[in-house]
């Protein structure tokens, strides 16, 4: 008895192995980890990191200096939403088409991914824009009072390159020292150099703007980041 149950568990080890060392996207995940952790050691060290995407946000939310504009982009069930919009005494603009990605994204994630049929329940301070960003956010801004109002708080859960650099660059003008940007995708994934992150990266770049981390999600994708 003893020795038929120890070679079924064997064999299940067996199997369980085998599937292990064959998934591909068990080894990409693996790479692109490996990757982050480069990129971490070189560039945030000291940074101190969190281990849940809520606490990435208590983070964030506590550097907060400006009175400005609190917006989010990508709100699917606006689970995050509610949680921001909870942080303090301020109101959030939260801009999703509710159609799901405009385009593919990367395994498992192709064009539609988080359509939703109805909007989600949020709270009173919280105003939805609904549609794409290109559409939404031109027609939000030309509709705010002058001066410019800076950029507090930016939520940015686009997953793609495109709609995050979209974000950016109508953002541009708003996005000054003391913005906190919170990213929900910005590395940790397998082709992440090629989407929020590099969105961002670029961003900086052609400005010639700085900025400083304030905490990442070691066993996730979220990361903070305030300009200096």
């Known amino acids: 008895m003893i020795n038929r149950l120890r070679n079924r568990l064997r064999a299940r080890i067996l199997r369980l192995y085998r599937s292990a ?92 991914k988080f359509s939703r049929a109805t909007l989600p329940d949020v709270p009173a301070n919280v105003t939805l824009h609904k549609g794409l960003f290109a559409d939404t956010l031109p027609s939000f801004l030309a509709a705010l009072p002058s001066p410019p109002e800076p950029v507090a708080y930016l939520h940015v859960d686009s997953d793609l390159y495109s709609s995050a650099k979209t974000i950016f660059d109508a953002l541009a003008p708003r996005i000054v020292p003391g913005t906190v940007i919170v990213f929900d995708e910005y590395f940790n994934y397998s082709g992440w150099e090629e989407g929020e992150y590099k969105a961002f990266q670029e961003y900086v770049a052609d400005r010639g703007l700085t900025y400083e981390y304030l905490t990442y999600n070691h066993e996730h994708q979220q990361v903070a980041v305030r300009m200096t």
Not at 37 to 64: G, I
Not at 93 to 102: C, K, Q, R, T, V
Request: hydrophobic letters at 45%; aromatic letters at 10%; a negative charge.
């Open 21 to 112: 060392v064959s998934d591909i996207s068990l080894a990409l995940q693996q790479e692109a980890t490996q990757a982050t952790a480069a990129y971490v050691r070189r560039h945030m060290p000291l940074v101190q990191s969190v281990s849940r995407w809520h606490e990435v946000h208590d983070v964030a939310v506590e550097a907060v200096t400006l009175d400005g504009l609190v917006l989010e982009f990508g709100v699917f069930e606006a689970r995050t939403t509610r949680y921001i919009a909870g942080k303090r005494n301020w109101h959030l603009h939260g801009f999703d088409s509710f159609e799901g990605l405009p385009e593919p994204w990367r395994d498992g994630f192709p064009a539609a």
